[in-house]
């Protein structure tokens, strides 16, 4: 561990000093082994903890003697558009794909990373499908069935919140999945659903889930979509008012998509009070990852959020494989990575399991003065 911890405060001092590029690009005119590197959405600050990743590792030598590039491409808006730039990735020669982070993009992705026999590790995709096309994906972050679990049990055990409605997306693997997951959970822990509402993708007025949802009277909401689906939610949530039978009004539950600055900056959110579970929290007290925060903040000078972290963890994950593997060979890479254990960094994983999912634990926080605080950690 001291040697990881050397190296994230060696990497950082120097791109601290500008020479990010400089470590990045393979400007000596050396063979580079390229990643691809996949960001769906607006989540643009993913890439920085991908490259944080690559600069460690190109002070270190490289991987197996050769300089690392990120081959990436930002702000993917559809599946078809996702599997595009995989597509060429691939094509010129990536020995990898990272990402995406969202698991409608990283299904079909997945699909053609087995086709082509290309090791590949999902970000924050988190619904267990992503890795269903075979033995050559991974996913970086917890399954939708662990986080749901946790929120519910959060909600049960933490909150004694006896009744729960849920209002999720439609037509999204991850927000109807965790919605699903979380309403099961929840009922065998001995809580009521009390309704289990959906809206079109990109609505404006939510005023007929949420009129079925207010006459149910539930003590929490969890709602399951993206930024703008969730400040919208909230907002006229509040509005309307949803309250729990003694008057008082319900409180919001949501999961890793919340983790997100331009959500808590919205003006519209009303998000006070609202607890979420997430993949990190870079108020951890455990030394490798602490030591990943101090190289980030040095770098980017902002606290990292846990989409940055796996993106890290990501691109060291596979690094790692392909050092004990000792070659490029992806069938070599594949079986190591399978085969990873304790593997320390932004967060931890113990394992895989048989589909390829990470054995971690997620967080909970809770919002306050309208930030995020780190509320505890929830083991697997």
């Given at each position: 561990?001291?040697r990881?911890?050397?190296?994230l405060?060696a990497?950082a001092?120097?791109i ?5 590029q400089?470590?990045?690009d ?6 580079a ?22 600069a ?9 003697g ?11 808006d ?43 590790i999902?970000?924050?995709?988190t ?5 269903n096309?075979?033995?050559?994906v991974f ?6 069935a662990?986080?749901g679990g946790?929120m ?9 919140i ?13 927000t ?5 997951f979380?309403a099961d959970?929840?009922r065998?822990?001995?809580g009521?659903?009390?309704?289990h ?8 007025d939510f ?6 949802i ?7 909401l969890?709602i ?9 939610v909230?907002?006229q949530?509040?509005?309307t ?8 009004p ?10 997100n600055?331009?959500?808590f900056?919205d ?7 609202s ?5 990190f ?10 030591a ?7 770098v980017?000078g902002?606290k990292?959020?846990?989409g940055?972290a ?5 691109v ?5 494989a392909?050092e ?16 990873t ?14 589909n ?22 929830i083991?697997?």
């Amino acid at each position: 561990m001291r040697r990881v911890l050397i190296a994230l405060w060696a990497a950082a001092a120097l791109i601290g000093c500008n020479q990010l590029q400089d470590i990045l690009d393979p400007s000596d005119g050396s063979d580079a082994v390229k990643i691809g590197f996949l960001v769906s959405g607006e989540r643009d600050e993913y890439l920085n903890g991908a490259q944080l990743a690559a600069a460690e590792i190109n002070q270190n030598g490289g991987l197996l003697g050769r300089r690392v590039e990120l081959d990436a491409q930002l702000r993917i808006d559809t599946a078809d558009a996702a599997v595009e730039a995989a597509s060429r990735m691939i094509q010129e020669g990536a020995v990898a794909l990272i990402g995406p982070n969202r698991s409608t993009h990283a299904v079909p992705v997945g699909e053609l990373a087995q086709a082509h026999r290309i090791p590949m590790i999902a970000t924050t995709a988190t619904n267990p499908n992503v890795t269903n096309a075979g033995d050559f994906v991974f996913m970086a972050a917890f399954t939708d069935a662990f986080q749901g679990g946790a929120m519910a049990q959060f909600a049960r055990e933490t909150l004694n919140i006896g009744s729960a409605a849920v209002i999720a997306r439609s037509g999204d693997l991850y927000t109807e999945g965790v919605s699903e997951f979380f309403a099961d959970h929840f009922r065998a822990l001995g809580g009521e659903i009390a309704a289990h509402e959906f809206h079109e993708p990109d609505a404006d007025d939510f005023s007929a889930p949420l009129s079925v949802i207010a006459a149910a009277s539930p003590d929490a909401l969890f709602i399951a979509g993206f930024i703008g689906d969730v400040a919208r939610v909230t907002r006229q949530a509040r509005e309307t008012p949803i309250q729990n039978a003694q008057g008082e009004p319900t409180v919001f539950l949501g999961a890793d998509s919340w983790d997100n600055e331009q959500l808590f900056n919205d003006e519209n959110a009303k998000l006070e009070g609202s607890y979420f579970s997430g993949h990190f929290s870079a108020d951890t007290d455990e030394p490798t990852a602490r030591a990943f925060v101090e190289a980030y903040e040095a770098v980017y000078g902002e606290k990292p959020i846990g989409g940055v972290a796996v993106s890290y963890d990501a691109v060291k994950l596979f690094a790692e494989a392909a050092e004990r593997a000792g070659s490029f060979d992806p069938v070599k890479i594949r079986g190591q990575i399978a085969a990873t254990e304790n593997y320390m960094g932004g967060t931890i994983i113990a394992r895989y399991n048989e589909n390829r999912h990470p054995t971690k634990s997620a967080v909970v926080f809770t919002i306050r003065g309208g930030d995020k605080e780190f509320l505890r950690q929830i083991n697997p």
